[in-house]
């Protein structure tokens, strides 16, 4: 069709020639800086290279029988799902009241949007200092709080007699810790989803059935909740894939510690990987983290599609 | 108003405070140290949500003239703008040709870049660290440069080729009916009406370059050659002692602007994920 129109022959007409030269830069780069390391990932993690020596001897499966057979590794594995499940499951069913919140009408709109934004949109690294802070073993504002509550730092007090909680330097706290900066993290964008979820709802349809006597909790149950599901599967799953590999909220507070009480399996691949230089033991760790990102990328496309066909 | 209504009301404003004070508290956390006296900072029994004592610039001071901070500013400015550069010229093309040539093919290598987005970086980064280091483009900004398009063409592909499947075919083949070669049709024509979807992919790609903080762990040690989202939190600290006024000052300085920009464009970010999953 519209070729014919400028037919003067040329790479600048020829639109099959035209379509491959505007992609080939962007699949360049990408077959070169993402489709090359994953495989070369692959070949570390099968052979026994460290940063002295990365030559690649293939030895087979050793590393991820070492791996296996590591208590940190599978302390790292138990803490990777414990983090994602429990803050992904937070950030559901908080950002759901959010979203229906800021869907109604009220003052100021743009400034709530904006600070409740604020930690998605801020540099997380920056975001997660500032928790660091909040978290200090002696200056705390959370502990000066209890303390001015009565809940702290007396002999009767109901959290112990000790003046501070230590947030991050005891295993249980530490992990509820990062699980809380990790939702405070995610929850604007769970939100920011799950509004567009539930804008997209035919008004009418809720009318309709107010007129016909349903009670809101029902108009909730039978009509929101069935029509947002898919779009509140999409923001778990990608809430899910950023959180099962990332350890910025871990590296910034704890660095795994204490005594890898929040070790994860990206920050345990950076501490052997990176800075233990344990080329092939690293590889080998992060790749545990392919299957579950695989399948999840698999759901929302299934997700993303099913939709798209009703 | 009934008192039902005003019994809603105050629910929903109590729900918004709520939210409100636990997204913005560490911001404002941010903003009471970057202002307190040293001394007034590191008393415990003082309340810590107050100025006890006259607030004060001298972490302000320190921040710019004693540590790196500046150069850390200058650092991420160098990067993210080198790394819009490098995200238009492969996205956008790519995303144009994807949206017009799309018959089958087009859609289903789209959604094989957008996947390639969720390869994190903490799969990448052993290999990457042997590239680098063969290249000899480790300790260097251009290590970052480099490797930051790897997230931002595949997500900015993906966002512009929405874009460009908003804009009629029509118009393409009127100015090729009045002259305009294929490849004039989409540079003259289409690309002048795609300024606001090119602005996203700039603050996309500035933004997450910015954010970026793993790469920049792995690959850069110096301290001259940080960015401001790996040098706030690994420099401002003098040997074990955390100096909490600067840190908290520029966390502050380099997290404002960059949010607010965001803040409008969320929306758009947002779009990209949630594929057509919402019409």
């Not at chain 1, 090359?36 to 690649?56: C, Q, R």
Request: aromatic fraction near 12%; charged fraction near 10%; hydrophobic fraction near 55%.
């Amino acid at each position: 069709m519209s070729a014919q129109v400028g037919e003067r022959g040329g790479i600048r007409d020829r639109e099959g020639a035209l379509a491959k030269l505007l992609i080939a830069p962007a699949v360049f780069y990408i077959v070169a800086m993402i489709g090359v390391p994953f495989v070369l990932a692959i070949l570390y993690s099968l052979s026994d290279a460290t940063t002295g020596d990365p030559e690649l001897h293939i030895v087979g499966l050793l590393n991820y029988r070492a791996a296996l057979s590591d208590p940190v590794f599978r302390k790292s594995l138990g803490n990777t799902v414990v983090f994602t499940l429990i803050s992904q499951t937070i950030v559901i069913l908080l950002s759901r009241v959010l979203a229906t919140a800021l869907l109604k009408p009220f003052r100021w709109k743009g400034l709530v949007r904006f600070l409740i934004l604020l930690p998605w949109t801020a540099p997380i690294s920056l975001g997660t200092i500032g928790w660091l802070w909040m978290f200090d073993s002696i200056f705390s504002p959370i502990d000066w709080v209890l303390r001015y509550a009565g809940l702290l730092g007396t002999k009767n007090a109901l959290l112990g007699f000790q003046t501070n909680m230590y947030w991050l330097g005891v295993p249980g706290l530490a992990m509820a810790s990062v699980i809380l900066v990790q939702v405070w993290r995610i929850l604007p964008l769970a939100t920011v989803i799950q509004l567009a979820g539930l804008s997209s709802i035919p008004k009418d349809l809720l009318e309709a059935a107010e007129v016909d006597g349903a009670a809101p909790w029902r108009r909730t149950l039978m009509i929101t909740i069935p029509l947002t599901l898919p779009i509140i599967s999409i923001a778990f799953l990608f809430g899910v894939v950023f959180t099962f590999t990332d350890l910025v909220v871990v590296y910034v507070l704890t660095r795994g510690g204490p005594v890898h009480a929040t070790q994860v399996l990206s920050s345990w691949t950076f501490f052997k990987g990176i800075e233990g230089g344990d080329l092939a033991q690293g590889a080998a760790i992060s790749l545990f983290m392919f299957p579950v990102l695989a399948a999840v990328a698999v759901l929302i496309l299934r997700t993303a599609r099913r939709t798209e066909v009703v | 108003m009934n008192p039902g209504k005003i019994a809603r009301r105050g629910g929903l404003y109590a729900i918004l405070a709520g939210f409100v004070f636990f997204s913005a508290f560490p911001f404002y956390w941010m903003v009471i140290a970057t202002f307190k006296k040293d001394h007034d900072l590191y008393s415990p029994l003082n309340n810590p949500f107050l100025f006890n004592e006259p607030p004060t610039l001298d972490h302000l001071r320190l921040l710019f003239t004693q540590t790196h901070y500046v150069t850390y500013l200058t650092n991420t400015l160098l990067v993210g703008l080198a790394v819009v550069a490098i995200t238009l010229f492969a996205a956008v093309p790519a995303a144009y040709a994807l949206a017009r040539w799309a018959r089958g093919w087009g859609e289903t290598l789209g959604i094989g870049i957008f996947l390639t987005y969720l390869v994190p970086p903490t799969i990448l980064f052993i290999p990457l660290s042997r590239f680098a280091s063969i290249y000899g483009v480790q300790e260097s900004l251009w290590s970052l440069i480099l490797i930051y398009p790897t997230f931002t063409i595949p997500f900015c592909t993906w966002l512009m080729m929405g874009f460009f499947k908003t804009i009629p075919k029509e118009i393409e083949e009127q100015a090729m009916i009045d002259g305009l070669s294929r490849f004039g049709a989409m540079a003259k024509v289409v690309l002048p009406l795609s300024i606001s979807g090119i602005l996203t992919v700039v603050v996309f790609a500035f933004t997450l370059s910015m954010h970026e903080f793993i790469y920049a762990l792995t690959f850069i040690s110096q301290s001259a050659q940080k960015t401001v989202s790996i040098g706030v939190p690994t420099e401002l600290v003098r040997g074990d002692v955390f100096q909490w006024g600067p840190l908290m000052a520029g966390a502050l300085i380099a997290s404002l602007p960059v949010a607010v920009v965001y803040t409008f464009f969320l929306d758009r970010f947002v779009a990209g994920f949630t594929m057509g999953a919402v019409k």
